[in-house]
Nanobody, 125 residues
């Protein structure tokens, strides 16, 4: 059974940093592209960043490019999201997700088949 567990969220002032972690179990972690999405109150869930299983290649939403860094440690079955220069617009619940092997759309919500329960990030201005 695939399980994804996020941690590391919290309250931070604008300009500060947080590092989110997502521990995965029940899958061959190194075979999958992993991603972070976020959902703010009243808004749709949106893509934040992804990291492929090989190379690895990384992908970012324009809104976080240059501020956020996604990485993975296959030995620990964990994916990370380092968030710097946080803004109030970054306030959201952040979700970790696994991209299904049959899907090609890295930025698309519908390409991801397993999700964590989310961790709240609140940025105060």
């Amino acid at each position: 059974q695939v399980q994804l567990a996020e941690s590391g969220g919290g309250l931070v002032q604008a300009g500060g940093s947080l590092r989110l972690s997502c521990a995965a179990s029940g899958l061959t972690f190194s075979s999958y592209t992993m991603a972070w999405f976020r959902q703010a109150p009243g808004k749709e869930r949106e893509f934040v960043a992804a990291i492929s299983w090989s190379a690895p290649g990384t992908y970012y939403a324009d809104s976080v490019k240059g501020r956020f860094t996604i990485s993975r440690d296959n030995a620990k079955n964990t994916v990370y999201l380092q968030m710097n220069s946080l803004k109030s617009d970054d306030t959201a619940v952040y979700y970790c997700a696994r991209k299904g092997l049959r899907y090609s759309g890295t930025y698309s919500f519908s390409s991801y088949d397993y999700w964590g329960q989310g961790t709240q990030v609140t940025v105060s201005s």
